[in-house]
């Protein structure tokens, strides 16, 4: 007998973390795996480009919710994702990915209509509930049946909150099937030839997170902080729609352009992403994946946060959390040789995906 599983994409960070199961998943015949692509993301340089680059076929279903508050978002969501399950096709299971809006939102969906829901990437706590991944983190892990967990860390946060141990399952970080699904047309890219960039002569940077892009003081904090090292060392900075729409509204954008050594780009694909990311020398973000493709690849990261939910990446990997005031000691202590080089965690080897569809075969069985 098939089951029907779905797999929600929604935002650029989880398609890179549906991408593994998907074809882990699409030729087994205990299974049919559909995508279910929320919008939330809809541009194509934060969309389509890269469904093609991780070879994903089109979703089979879009629900077409576009942005808006967050509350608009979820709810748009959530009424669209119902009409799938109740009228359309109900899962066997449903697999949410990562921490965003459509991630909790369909959960919750899911879980009203008694369809079983795994959350993979569950169990990471930043500790700070102004972001609103991690209400989104905590409600979805709230409901989930299962909980399949990155880390160590995430394991121990989802029992200090009471969730049992038959719940919970270390299977791995899945964005590191990406990368080797995909290493070979990231080795042949060569990225930063495209940009006039020399390896290992350049830093890679993105910021999106409100609390360093919405307020304008410290937007403006940060940006000068990227003009000063720039001068030390070239930087690419892909700009997410969020951080370009406060640049210019709050009218930064025609200064910062304005620099020979600061380029700036519109959001990029997967691929030349990471073949930018590969050969950088380091690397400067308030991304959570990033975090980990850097530790993963023993690249300098520097976050430009408080606080992270993914403290293995310090602990084992090239992480630190960077002040913006720390930048420059910290781009010179990299430009230095004096950073500290990390391992990969346990279980980051590509093979997440591979454990994961083994769980579901199990799971389907009994
Ligand atoms: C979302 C996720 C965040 C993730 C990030 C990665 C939530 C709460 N946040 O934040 O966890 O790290 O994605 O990118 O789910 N926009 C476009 N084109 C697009 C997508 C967005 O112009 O394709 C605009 C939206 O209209 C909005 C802004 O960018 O004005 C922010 O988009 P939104 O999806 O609300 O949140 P992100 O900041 O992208």
């Known amino acids: 007998m098939s089951h029907n599983i779905h797999l929600i994409a929604a935002a650029r960070p989880n398609f890179m973390k549906i991408a593994p199961l998907y074809h882990a998943l699409v030729n087994e015949d205990w299974c049919k795996v559909s995508i279910i692509h929320t919008g939330q993301h809809y541009d194509a340089n934060m969309s389509d480009d890269i469904f093609a680059d991780l070879m994903l076929p089109e979703p089979h279903f879009h629900l077409g919710v576009g ?161 000063e090292n720039s001068k030390k060392l070239k930087l690419i900075f892909a700009i997410h729609p969020r951080t370009r729409k406060s640049l210019e509204l709050n009218n930064y954008w025609q200064d910062f352009q304005s620099h020979e050594n600061l380029i700036l780009i519109e959001p990029i694909s997967y691929v030349p992403f990471m073949s930018l990311v590969k050969s950088a020398k380091l690397i400067i973000t308030d991304s959570g994946g990033i975090q980990e493709e850097t530790t993963y690849l023993d690249i300098p990261c520097l976050t430009l946060r408080d606080n992270t939910e993914r403290p293995i990446t310090i602990t084992e990997g090239t992480n630190r959390l960077v002040k913006p005031s720390e930048l420059s000691e910290c781009v010179d202590q990299v430009l230095a040789g004096k950073w500290v080089h990390g391992t990969k965690p346990k279980n980051w080897d590509g093979h997440t995906a591979e454990r994961i569809k083994d769980i579901i075969n199990n799971l389907f069985k009994k």
């Open 67 to 227: 942005g808006g508050t967050h509350a608009e978002q979820v709810g748009k969501v959530m009424m669209a994702y119902e009409d799938i399950c109740l009228n359309i096709e109900r899962p066997d299971l449903l697999i949410v990915v990562g921490d965003v809006n459509s991630t909790a939102a369909c959960a919750q969906v899911a879980t009203k209509l008694h369809i079983k829901v795994a959350h993979l990437e569950a169990g990471l706590r930043s500790g700070d509930r102004s972001m609103p991944e991690e209400i989104n983190r905590l409600v979805t892990d709230a409901i989930c049946d299962y909980l399949w967990t990155p880390s160590p860390d995430a394991d121990e946060n989802l029992k200090n909150e009471g969730h049992p141990d038959s719940r919970i399952i270390r299977v791995g970080n899945i964005m590191m099937d990406s990368y080797e699904l995909l290493s070979d047309k990231i080795n042949a890219e060569n990225a930063p030839a495209k940009y006039g960039l020399e390896n290992q002569d350049y830093g890679v940077v993105t910021l999106h997170r409100p609390a360093n892009v919405d307020d304008p003081i410290i937007l403006k904090t940060l940006i000068d902080g990227l003009v």
